[in-house]
């Protein structure tokens, strides 16, 4: 199937700081992709859809301003945490909208102290 | 607008015997299911998916699920587990074959013990 990369895998910041996080598809292109977030023991929450060369679309609740998505080519999506505090603290997941199936990077934990 | 529900929020199994992972959903119009499996610290992977024609889906390590349109399920089961299946399941509906814009359940975590 096809391959969905993220990077960084881990990350540590302090609070205050911003953190980017790539989300690449190594083998096809994709005009669309999303973003997760998955807290401890729970499921994925959608967070934005990211379309190449257009605003992306925020679910209701999560902050545009804070959560910046950038979607400049048809093999990246960049998600920046700005100014992060704890309560970011997560594992973000991407995911690349294939013909058929949604591919899912391998995700990307955050740890804000 | 579309849920989903997984009733189990942790399964443990001794190896080498059945499991049956509930999902059950609810939406006003027809949906596509998916299974996903989630191995620690990694992504999603996808399992198995329902999109039309028979009702009973496989994967290619023997996992098997079942849509059932009267009872708004897609329960996943295995008849002999492994060690290795030890994992994180989730269930997902979306609207459109396509796969995108999922709704998933809240995951089941499977514990295979030896």
């Known amino acids: 199937g096809a391959v969905v990369s993220q990077h960084p895998s881990r990350v540590i910041c302090k609070s205050g700081t911003s953190v980017k996080i790539e989300c690449r598809s190594l083998d096809f292109q994709a005009t669309t992709m999303f973003w997760y977030r998955q807290f401890p023991k729970q499921s994925l929450m959608l967070m934005a859809t990211s379309n190449e060369g257009s605003k992306a679309t925020y679910e209701q609740g999560v902050e545009k301003d804070k959560f910046l998505i950038n979607h400049a080519s048809l093999t990246l999506s960049t998600l920046t945490v700005t100014s992060a505090h704890p309560e970011d603290s997560s594992f973000y997941i991407c995911?690349?909208?294939?013909?058929?199936?949604?591919?899912f990077g391998p995700g990307t934990r955050l740890t804000v102290t | 607008a579309q849920s989903v529900t997984q009733l189990d929020s942790q399964v443990p199994v001794f190896e080498e015997a059945p499991v049956e992972l509930r999902c059950n959903y609810s939406s006003s119009v027809s949906v596509y299911l998916f299974w996903y499996v989630q191995y620690p610290n990694q992504g999603l992977q996808l399992l198995l998916k329902y999109l039309s024609g028979s009702t009973l889906v496989k994967s290619i390590n023997g996992f098997e699920a079942e849509f059932n349109k009267s009872q708004t399920s897609f329960h996943l089961r295995k008849p002999s587990v492994h060690i290795s299946d030890t994992a994180e399941y989730f269930c997902a509906v979306s609207y459109n074959n396509a796969g995108n814009m999922l709704t998933f359940g809240g995951g089941t975590r499977l514990m295979v013990k030896p």
């Open positions: 995911s690349a909208q294939g013909a058929y199936e949604q591919y």
